[in-house]
T-cell receptor
């Protein structure tokens, strides 16, 4: 069935370093890949998304890359700041139904 | 603030009871999705409604049901509650029903079953 694997489960970096989180998906029909940031006690907040007709998308310090052949997509955060500390989730979706299949989450800690 | 509202924020109840969680989508959004977040299962899709009609079901238990009303708000009903139903329940909304539509999440309802 549909599955999204996310690695690593925890990631600790120094302020100013880059952070990379990787996801793989199982269903080749998936064509939409959002990333969410969840802070303690809050709902997931969309930070960036990419659709299958695009290989890379960037928004200031955040970028996402997609390799449809390998069924792999990644989140890159540059110049990390303490306020980037949170749990990050990747997800995949297909045209039908609209349900998001989430990865297991990555707890990112940015140390000052 | 995503524009999606959920009530109540916290709910504490006993096993065997029934509760109703409420969600109001962002203004203009026609789709509502319900997700359950637990430590062991992560974020799991439950059900999707579009303009009052059920569009897709995930691993939603038979004890759980949902509906979307003419004003587009949605309710998730959980009955015969068990300890394992304790979790965060999120709703999300999107403009249409397509799988590539951006989903905006509400702040969630934390359900504790004692």
């Amino acid at each position: 069935g549909e599955n999204v694997e996310q690695h690593p489960s925890t990631l600790s970096v120094q302020e100013g370093d880059s952070a990379v989180i990787k996801c793989t998906y199982s269903d080749s029909a998936s064509n939409y890949f959002p990333w969410y940031k969840q802070e303690l006690g809050k709902g997931p907040q969309l930070i960036i998304d990419i659709r299958s007709n695009v290989g890379e998308k960037k928004d200031q310090r955040i970028a996402v890359t997609l390799n449809k052949t390998a069924k792999h997509f990644s989140l890159h955060i540059t110049e990390t700041q303490p306020e980037d500390s949170a749990v990050y989730f990747c997800a995949a979706s297909m045209n039908q139904g609209g349900k998001l299949i989430f990865g297991q989450g990555t707890e990112l800690s940015v140390k000052p | 603030d995503s524009g999606v509202t959920q009530t109540p924020k916290h709910l504490i109840t006993a096993t065997g009871q029934r509760v109703t969680l409420r969600c109001s989508p962002r203004s203009g959004d026609l789709s509502v999705y319900w997700y359950q977040q637990s430590l062991d299962q992560g974020l799991q899709f439950l059900i999707h409604y579009y303009n009052g009609e059920e569009r897709a079901k995930g691993n939603i238990l038979e004890r759980f049901s949902a509906q979307q009303f003419p004003d587009l708000h949605s309710e998730l009903n959980l009955s015969s509650l068990e300890l394992g139903d304790s979790a965060l329940y999120f709703c999300a909304s999107s403009a249409r029903s397509g799988g590539t539509d951006t989903q905006y999440f509400g702040p969630g309802t934390r359900l504790t079953v004692l």
